[in-house]
């Protein structure tokens, strides 16, 4: 069945809307997308493709919420209320022991704890960053912390958001909301209220096919430390879609991945970090956001062996430029903002993408935003 794109875009901007256009008619499956494009803090591109997703439709961004919670801590820092360069333990003073007490908040946030996942599972459990934090302080990390660096997938909001409530009294979840999400007008959750509940649909499983397939299943074990910091060394694995769709989950917005979305409000979220929205200045200053722009820890990710392509709690973003940070989420999804262009992006699927991850269409659909933007 084809999938019919609705959705605008402004004067300028249709090369957008043609790739999009093209993503969507090549996808086996209904990718039930959403795209949306603010350019100096004006909506430029809004679109959406799929059976039962509208621009409305809220669902589970993953990984995004990383960039929701790291601009809370971006924030913090900017004000002098939290030094990127004290000791942990200096907030938190039963993060000691297996050299945890010489670990600074910075390389905390940079994903360098060695604490990549707790030692049990429930979904109830990995629901609640309090009850993460509260396990996580007491293990044993997998390496000497501040000495490598690793993707602490579903833990990291955890952590650092243990660091702020320390600081402030406050769950990073209630600062996100009151400071960021409510008067920016973002849609995008760290706990959907209930009265959103008739927006919300769930994340949809990837439907693989048979060459894909095979793809997915020849590539031998994944690495141990991948393992963990995925849960899948547990019985049963964690199944990721099931997080995401937990009800728990979309309660109470764990920092890590829990976030509860649109691409509207992806977008929305990095125009308020470097344009501002509803009337209000940009979040950020220009010198706050060069520094979770810049790479922290070079070298080689402990946990899924790649470059180490962070900066302060976002991913840089190659493709787009070296100001130019973010994040993506497991579905597929990704959001960003460059200061140079002025771009603020916001991509989400419902569908989960092949091979998981940042999914291969944000590479046209970037190219076709930073194209019409640098040609302005």
Request: proline share 7%; charged share 20%; net charge negative.
């Amino acid at each position: 069945m084809a999938v019919t794109v609705n959705g605008t875009v402004e004067a300028g901007w249709e090369p957008v809307r043609e790739e999009f256009e093209a993503f969507v008619a090549a996808e086996p499956h209904s990718p039930e997308a959403q795209l949306a494009v603010r350019h100096h803090g004006r909506t430029v591109v809004d679109l959406w493709g799929g059976e039962e997703t509208d621009g409305d439709t809220l669902s589970g961004v993953f990984s995004i919420t990383k960039g929701a919670a790291h601009l809370v801590v971006a924030l913090l820092a900017q004000e002098g209320v939290l030094d990127l360069d004290a000791p942990v333990v200096e907030y938190w003073p039963e993060f000691t022991g297996d050299g945890k007490e010489r670990l600074t908040v910075r390389q905390l946030v940079a994903h360098g704890s060695g604490l990549i996942a707790v030692d049990t599972f429930s979904y109830e459990l990995m629901a609640d960053d309090a009850l993460v934090a509260a396990a996580l302080v007491g293990q044993k990390p997998h390496w000497e912390p501040g000495t490598a660096y690793g993707y602490h997938a579903f833990v990291i909001g955890a952590l650092t958001g243990e660091v702020v409530r320390r600081v402030t009294g406050r769950s990073i979840q209630e600062l996100y909301e009151e400071r960021v999400r409510a008067p920016y007008g973002v849609d995008l959750y760290m706990g959907l209220p209930a009265a959103l509940e008739g927006r919300w649909k769930p994340v949809l499983e990837m439907l693989p096919t048979p060459a894909q397939l095979e793809l997915l299943t020849s590539g031998g074990p994944m690495p141990e430390l991948m393992r963990v910091a995925f849960n899948m060394h547990h019985e049963p694995p964690m199944d990721t879609v099931a997080y995401a769709n937990h009800p728990k989950v979309k309660a109470l917005g764990p920092a890590s991945a829990g976030g509860i979305g649109t691409a509207r409000g992806v977008a929305a979220l990095y125009a308020a970090a470097i344009s501002g929205l509803e009337g209000l200045p940009a979040l950020l200053k220009p010198e706050t956001a060069a520094e979770v722009a810049r790479l922290h820890t070079p070298g080689q990710d402990a946990v899924v062996a790649e470059a180490d392509h962070f900066g302060l709690g976002f991913e840089k973003q190659p493709a787009v430029g070296p100001e130019a940070f973010g994040h993506c989420g497991a579905a597929g999804a990704n959001g960003f903002a460059d200061p140079v262009t002025g771009i603020a992006y916001g991509y989400t699927r419902r569908r989960f993408g092949f091979p998981g991850g940042l999914a291969p269409e944000n590479g046209p659909l970037t190219a076709a935003v930073l194209k019409v933007a640098r040609g302005l």
